[in-house]
């Protein structure tokens, strides 16, 4: 059997030998790299690293993550260091459409994501949620109003809290988070969006992009932010349509692109695959 | 040896009976139906028909267009007949970017396109256009500047006419044609533009979607209209991007989508397999 | 509101007039076209047909049963006419693997796919199918061996005919047909089935494709027949796969384009766009 | 401006300290890492990697070289090193079909594919070649008949050598390499195939593609080999079809599916981003 794998993701300030240093730490602790990448962005110069890696001596996470520790230190870094088995906490957060609970919810339950499902939150009651068989997950029911708005978000900042929750997952959550909230969960909630070319602006986008008679409508996952309209991208995706499409087939259709394009979000960053730069992202595909 | 197609194309308000005196016609013509397309707008009320066939007795064709046109009249149709073999005079307009007319011009010149050129005119002058070999097209230098342009198109228009141009292609041409170069050439021009989710208004749309980090990048071959932004969407389709992308990189990849969509969309058109529906077009595919 | 719209299809040997046949009945009739598609295949000759229309008269769509009945008899078509609102009955056939199960259901459930189910059947039992949230649909367990399996299948069929249903998915059903069972159920059993460039045959087909190092792994849906290793196709897909990949991915990725696949092929049958043309289908696409 | 970008290709038997070797060579040299992917290959237990970097100080890369070369010894490195502007001279060898010629050709002349042009082989008279525009490029018309082809191939070999090619693209080369030459090419001729699924042996494939009724077609590029049907692959991709396309049509869709991928794998193959690594390839996509 193969030694548990670890990931390593960190970023920070360009200069020669940062690989040089992680890589003669990883092999004094007895650490093989798996997979590794490394990316230069050179108009912010910043260095992003993601790598795969076990170890063969007894305790040499350990030794790694200590020494390692120093690294991060001397070179400005931020850093994750974890097993790849360690599953992370997810709590989802659902309005009333639940496509894209329903899909996260089955590959969850096949093992396809390898999470922990910390409770799932809506502001609407679970009689109005058609997906069933979530019985066994901790469901609150969390209206809101305009005036409500900072005691509900304080609310779900508590659940945030006292059940360590890693990942927030915006699955079709049709409020737009404050900017308090969006701040403290910066880097790890992640929002999905549907996306047209050319864009829409207001409500009913999907009638607007039949008015607009296009032929391709899209999504959007990314992380949310305060100060952006929408915040850096993690992946988009989109699917093509035909005048046969009235504003209900393209919302069909659209519930597809949405489910799939938030499915393989949460899957690369849980696999420590997307680090944020800026308004951006670096994703190391596999 | 099969009988000549030949492709008829309509538009009318949509009421009881159009099909049953179209195809009433048809037989009686000795016509026979080899593919056929209809469809009915349901927020108009009108109705859009494709039909490719043959005929069977000589002069069918004469007995058609004849009968064929007491119908239209009757039914207010919008209408063209043509033999699918009669090719279409295309002038191409260009800048200095030449991808999309050196991917025309190969396609033209092994077949694939069954279009005659009637001639590339450029406001940058020959030597300025990379791609060689069309030295057996007429080629018209016509520079253009704010003072000038209403001549400018004034000529592009006399070559229309004296060429007998059936289809204006707009093959990255990077000025803004006037209103009434716009209406003239009204149905019979396509464009091709970048196109990015979101959108991106401006100078430079590459480089602010690298700055935006998008993860897709597409293009859109529309008709050119006077009154909107973009005309009539004929096609669009995306490429997927990375952070690896520089700008030059997203450019190259855009060179990539761009001739691929418009040459879609002229082959569409020719085919007589798009109908425009106010600011949508109905696409017939194959 | 609109008056209800039905869907006739049928097939014949081409000849002139089918259209306008069945054109003038439809507007003695008082129906409206709302959307037609007409093929001619030259290799067979024959002619394929699908229109959806509604009637402006009561009891017009009896009237048009009963002529158009004389018109297909004349033109030695295969037809059908149904209203767009009538749901098939669908019985589910599934093994261990319920991805495609589960997608189906959900589908159904929020009313994408307008369905009856009529029942769940697996030679599995219900706890070894992971999927939950279908107490309420009938699931029979119907174990099978090779000495059972005409057994096994003439209950299958029972099912099938005791409850009137008119398709049956095999969603990831890990047994062969008999060829009589195939027979009985042509045209109205529908398969979901891995694909590769280039093909593989035999066992683990998944840890084949990932030995000769493909870059796409795909799915294709058809029709269920005796004399063909598969049927008639009405839909494939594929997506991108890499070296990183190992065969639980592949397996992963594959489930994604499996599930898309088929349920994309069965609203295609159930909305009368799929012909069987011989080998192969006619698919009018919307 | 930037220091010259090199690119370092290696793989090797996997051991722990290899990545740690290779930077400290690295930074002990002055090189600074822009871009960097590594792959442990579990079935193998080999290694890959590819790291594009620069020098800050003179002769950086000449130190480099040098002492990597002692590294590369040590862990029995199969290993590549080279300036990033350096362009590699390729050989086109072509039959009658010329789309995939063209495309390349053009990429080379606006620069997207920095490559030199070594020459182009047919077995086919320059005359029978419709793209023009390459006077400017060394043509040899090298036909070929069984009796023949030991001494044609002798020729192709000269011209690799004498020229000095780097990479031999086979552009739609009608004929089979034998043993001898792929065995002299290996790793260094690259190849474009049409794939479909199912798969097709024999003649005549896209009217076997036909008479099946696929729904997608396909095209592989990958590396020639004696001792496989095809080679390990690089890049592959896919279009859809319908019952609408004649074999004609697939031909056509497959001219640009082929072009692309061929390209594709070119540019990946020119940016060192494939490694070969048995009967597959490790791709390091940006």
């Given at each position: 059997m193969l030694p548990e794998s670890h990931i390593l993701?960190?970023?920070c300030p360009n200069r020669p030998g940062i690989v040089a240093a992680v890589a003669r730490t990883l092999f004094e602790s007895g650490g093989n790299i798996q997979e590794a990448h490394q990316y230069d962005d050179v108009e912010t110069d910043n260095f992003f690293a993601r790598v795969r890696c076990n170890f063969t001596i007894t305790r040499g996470i350990d030794r790694f993550r200590?020494?390692?520790a120093r690294v991060?230190?001397?070179q400005r870094m931020r850093w994750a260091l974890r097993a790849r088995a360690d599953r992370q906490r997810v709590l989802i957060i659902v309005s009333r459409f639940d496509h894209c609970l329903a899909d996260l919810l089955?590959?969850?339950r096949i093992g396809e994501l390898a999470i922990d499902i910390a409770g799932?939150?809506?502001n609407h009651p679970r009689a109005a949620i058609l997906?069933?068989?979530f019985a066994d997950i901790p469901f609150d029911y969390l209206p809101v109003t305009q005036e409500t708005r900072s005691q509900q978000e304080e609310t779900i900042w508590n659940i945030v809290q006292s059940r360590k929750v890693d990942l927030v997952i915006l699955a079709r959550y049709m409020q737009i988070l404050s900017d308090g909230l969006s701040v403290r969960l910066a880097g790890r909630a992640i929002n999905i969006h549907h996306s047209f070319l050319p864009g829409f602006k207001g409500a009913k986008p999907y009638h607007q992009a039949h008015a607009r008679g296009v032929k391709l409508i899209g999504a959007t996952a990314h992380y949310v932010t305060a100060d952006l309209d929408e915040g850096p991208i993690i992946e988009q995706d989109v699917e093509r349509v035909s005048h046969h499409d009235?504003?209900?087939?393209l919302i069909r259709k659209g519930r597809d692109i949405e489910r799939r394009v938030l499915a393989r979000a949460v899957r690369l960053h849980i696999d420590g695959r997307v680090i944020i730069n800026g308004y951006k992202t670096v994703v190391f595909r596999d």
């Open positions: 993701t960190f970023s200590e020494s390692f991060a230190e001397t089955y590959r969850w799932i939150v809506s997906h069933q068989g009235q504003p209900d087939d």
